[in-house]
């Protein structure tokens, strides 16, 4: 037996983990597939898809509950939907981050601002006793000051954001490292190239003062930006306005990223 919305199926154990969220979730998995995971043949809006989800969890000795979701969309005729549960440690887990940078301009001021948006793969929830899945990210980004975004729209967001903690800061080193760093802890890192024009165009915007940081759950990236419309509609999305300083960092090595932890964010090695 399955549960199906529009043209996706999916395992209704899922709902046991997800709740009142699956539905759009499911939708956004199908939305953001551009191919079959089984055959690699493209899927389109009108092909029956499958969702299969392998979901990883465990319990801290605190008692909260974490998962992570890695979800894979077939065509229903090459794979049938499936739901794996996998017993896992609270232990550091490898995260891959997804991200866009945009240039948004205001033509009523002539001004622009330099905007970065990011999520990490697989996503991260955890549960308190008696509570509700919760996006790790997006937690770790509001005790960092960060504001729940309701829009989808990037100009609503940028004119609704305001500062964050006063620790959360963007260095930029002259050789195009950006880092999103709260504290001590690296919550994002990316090596840009100065002689490339668009890196260039970033960066030379970004050290005008501030970036937009959007950050969050259920982002998906294409050719046209970010689409922040699932993550807008779960409240898995978190925006600040973020200070560029100087730094002469060396750039990060591989990135290992900690299961949530109530003490702070995400942080990385």
């Known amino acids: ?134 996006s790790a990210l997006v937690t770790a980004l509001l005790r960092q000051g960060f504001q729940l975004a309701m829009s989808a729209d990037v100009g609503e967001i940028l004119r609704g954001s305001g500062p964050t903690a006063e620790n959360v800061t963007c260095p930029v080193t002259e050789e195009g490292l950006l880092q999103l760093r709260a504290g001590p802890a690296t919550m994002y890192h990316e090596q840009l190239d100065p002689a490339d024009p668009d890196d260039a165009a970033w960066l030379g915007v970004a050290r005008n003062g501030t970036v937009l940081v959007i950050g969050g759950d259920n982002l998906t990236f294409n050719h046209a930006g970010p689409d922040l419309d699932t993550a807008a509609q779960l409240g898995t999305l978190a925006a600040g306005m973020v200070p560029v300083n100087a730094s002469t960092q060396d750039r990060p090595g591989r990135t290992t990223v900690r299961p949530y932890s109530a003490d702070g964010p995400p942080v990385t090695d």
């Open 1 to 134: 037996m399955s549960a199906t919305s529009s043209s996706v199926e999916w395992d209704p154990g899922l709902e046991s983990f997800k709740g009142r969220s699956t539905t759009t979730y499911a939708a956004a998995a199908a939305a953001a597939a551009t191919e079959c995971a089984s055959c690699h043949m493209p899927v389109t809006a009108r092909t029956p898809l499958s969702l299969s989800v392998d979901v990883t969890g465990g319990r801290q000795r605190d008692g909260i509950e974490y998962f992570s979701f890695e979800p894979q969309v077939c065509h229903r005729v090459c794979r049938a939907p499936a739901l794996t549960f996998t017993e896992g440690k609270s232990s550091p887990v490898e995260f891959t981050p997804q991200a866009v940078r945009l240039i948004l301009e205001n033509p009523a001021d002539g001004t622009t601002t330099a905007a970065l948006a990011f999520t990490y793969l697989p996503m991260l929830s955890f549960r308190e006793p008696g509570g509700e899945l919760t």
